[in-house]
C-alpha cells in the first residue's frame, strides 16, 4: 500500500493561485501513474488530472484545462498540482491518487475506482 500526503489547500479569493503536493511513500515513484481528483459539497468524486506513469501524457478534465497544471519531481516523490485563475466552482476536497503499477489504461485515468491509493484529501476554498 502507497502512502499518499497532500498539503498546500486553503482559502483564496477569485482569480488567485494555489499549488498542491502529493508525496507518496515507496522507492518507485517514477513508476506511479499520479492523479488529482476533487469532491465538493454533496457531489460525487470528480477527476481533475493525471499524469503516467513515465510522464509521458498528462490528461486534465475540460473545466481545469488551461488553468491547471499536474507535474512531478521523481527525486523528491511529489506530485503537483498548479491551480491559476481559481473560481469558486473550484472549491472541493482535493484528493491525490496513484497507480503504483502504471497499469490504468488511458480510457479509465479519470475513472476514481480505479485507484486503489488514496492521500487523506486537502480543502481548497474559493470565494469572496
Known amino acids: 500500500q502507497v502512502q499518499l500526503v497532500e498539503s498546500g489547500g486553503g482559502w483564496v479569493q477569485p482569480g488567485a493561485s494555489l499549488r498542491l503536493s502529493c508525496t507518496a511513500s515507496?522507492?518507485?515513484?517514477?513508476?506511479?501513474?499520479m492523479a488529482w481528483f476533487r469532491q465538493a459539497p454533496g457531489k460525487g468524486r470528480e477527476f481533475v488530472a493525471a499524469?503516467?506513469?513515465?510522464?509521458?501524457?498528462?490528461y486534465y478534465a475540460d473545466d481545469v484545462k488551461g488553468r491547471f497544471t499536474l507535474s512531478r519531481d521523481n527525486a523528491e516523490n511529489t506530485a503537483y498540482l498548479q491551480m491559476n485563475s481559481l473560481k469558486p466552482e473550484d472549491t472541493a476536497i482535493y484528493y491525490c491518487?496513484?497507480?503504483?503499477?502504471?497499469?490504468?489504461?488511458?480510457?479509465?485515468?479519470?475513472?476514481?475506482?480505479?485507484?486503489?491509493?488514496w492521500g487523506q484529501g486537502t480543502q481548497v476554498t474559493v470565494s469572496s
Open positions: 491518487a496513484c497507480d503504483p503499477y502504471g497499469k490504468i489504461v488511458p480510457a479509465m485515468l479519470n475513472n476514481h475506482r480505479q485507484y486503489g491509493n
Open positions: 515507496g522507492r518507485t515513484f517514477s513508476a506511479y501513474t
Open positions: 499524469m503516467t506513469w513515465n510522464g509521458g501524457r498528462t
